[in-house]
């Protein structure tokens, strides 16, 4: 068994920041990747970034570039999703979930094998 838990989410004021946090435990994340993704109340789930084991591949929905920051640390077994300048349509439950895959890309959620229980996030104008 592999078990995540996000941390991080809250209320912020557009334009600040936040940083989520994906801890593993048991299996951890072996050589797989991981991703984050959002859903915003009444819509579908949707990919935000990933990253692969080695953390030298990086992938990002347009809607997020040049603002929010995924990194990892293999030693402490986390993942973060560092989100600046934040905006009103960020609002969403951020999930973080490992890939059935050691490499990185664009994942759809059938890409993954585990998610944690999400963490709110919402973002006052």
């Known amino acids: 068994q592999v078990h995540l838990v996000e941390s991080g989410g809250g209320l912020v004021q557009a334009g600040g920041s936040l940083r989520l946090s994906c801890a593993a435990s048991?299996?951890?994340?072996?050589?797989?990747?991981v991703g984050w993704f959002r859903q915003p109340a009444g819509k579908e789930r949707e990919f935000v970034a990933a990253?692969?084991?080695?953390?030298?591949?990086?992938y990002y929905t347009d809607s997020v570039k040049g603002r929010f920051t995924i990194s990892k640390d293999n030693g402490e077994n986390t993942v973060y999703l560092h989100m600046n300048s934040l905006k009103p349509e960020d609002t969403a439950v951020y999930y973080c979930?490992?890939?059935?895959?050691?490499?990185?890309?664009?994942?759809?959620?059938?890409?993954?094998?585990?998610w944690g229980k999400g963490t709110l996030v919402t973002v006052s104008s």
């Open positions: 048991g299996r951890t994340f072996s050589t797989n990747g």
């Open positions: 979930a490992r890939s059935k895959y050691s490499y990185g890309g664009y994942y759809t959620a059938g890409d993954m094998d585990y």
């Open positions: 990253v692969n084991w080695s953390g030298s591949n990086i």
